[in-house]
């Protein structure tokens, strides 16, 4: 009774509650990934932002400071990434609520590939900035430490088939 009664109330409202129940409907459906799409959109803006301060200190140490070292076809091309990112994440995510009617957790890995990626950039133009390499060398401590439990799980399910 209350569903028809409020169905009854959009539609006397007209066209724009319409448009909002509408846009209610999907953000609600995309709620899981939220998250992720937050985090991605945070990196790769954190990526943009130290890849042009590294541009300008780049163009400082050459002695002739411009602004058009920022270029729009890397900002553009950053869009476009960022695009890109949130168009792969939502696919993976449709293709799972279609397949399993639930979300098994292949979005959450594509986006921690994604940020991986984002945070090996960030990493790259600090240690730029910076001139030493401090932080390529965690990126690196951490992703070895990764790989030794994913090699040590594979190994284990090996031995448990033999």
């Given amino acids: 009774m209350k569903l028809i009664l409020t169905l009854l109330t959009i539609a006397t ?14 953000i609600a459906f995309f709620a899981p990934i939220q998250m992720l799409i ?3 959109v945070v990196a790769t803006i954190l990526d943009m932002i130290t890849a042009i301060i590294r541009a300008i200190q780049k163009s400082k140490e050459k ?7 920022i270029k729009s076809n ?5 869009v476009l990434k960022l695009f890109a990112y949130i168009s792969i994440i939502v696919i993976i995510f449709l293709a799972e609520v279609a397949l399993f009617t639930i979300s098994i957790y292949a979005a959450n890995a594509a ?6 990626t ?3 950039s960030i990493c790259e133009n600090f240690d730029i900035l910076l001139k030493k390499d401090i932080f390529t060398k965690i990126f690196k ?16 399910k090996e031995d448990d088939k033999n």
């Fill in 13 to 26: 409202n007209g066209f724009s509650s319409w448009c909002m129940c509408i846009l209610a409907i999907i």
């Fill in 38 to 40: 937050i985090a991605i």
């Fill in 63 to 69: 002695g002739i400071f411009k602004l058009k070292v």
């Fill in 74 to 78: 890397k900002i553009r091309r950053t």
């Fill in 111 to 116: 986006a921690a590939l994604i940020l991986l």
């Fill in 118 to 120: 984002e945070l090996k």
């Fill in 141 to 156: 401590k951490i992703n070895s430490i990764f790989t030794n439990k994913i090699e040590k799980q594979i190994s284990l």
